[in-house]
């Protein structure tokens, strides 16, 4: 019983933590994507215009983007990428709060969008946050209820 709650509250914790970081990863994308998108603009670190530079590119027939620095490091690929990595974390950590608390699949997929929707996770985080810990105080309460077989 103790176990099985101690399962509940780690895999809330990291499912907390996952998707914090997952989300605000997900809105910085939103927004670099936007800036991309409407101005042609990319967000560099270390370039030729400064530590922090907003560098204008354009694109060519094929789709190729000319014209970014070749120094410095590109953050709106570099979020892309970091966003992804922490999303296998997101998926992981949604996985095991799933399996722990043997809801359904559609679950599963709502909690799965999070990750991908913008400020989504936010509010799956709360409210299946609430959820769990109801269902294990239920579940606790039910156990010490009943008579253990012996």
Known sequence: MASQTNSVTRALNLYRV???I???LLVAITILFALRLSASEE????GPHGLFSLEHFTTDAM???QGLPKVGFD????VLIVHGWFYMLYLYSDYKLWSLMRWS??????IAAGGVVPLLSFFTERHFHKIALAQAATDAAAQTSTPSEA
């Open 63 to 65: 789709g190729e983007r």
């Open 18 to 20: 996952a998707s914090l």
């Open 43 to 46: 967000l560099w670190l270390a």
């Open 22 to 24: 997952t989300g605000t």
């Open 75 to 78: 953050l709106t690929v570099a």
């Open 105 to 110: 699949f559609l679950r599963f997929l709502i």
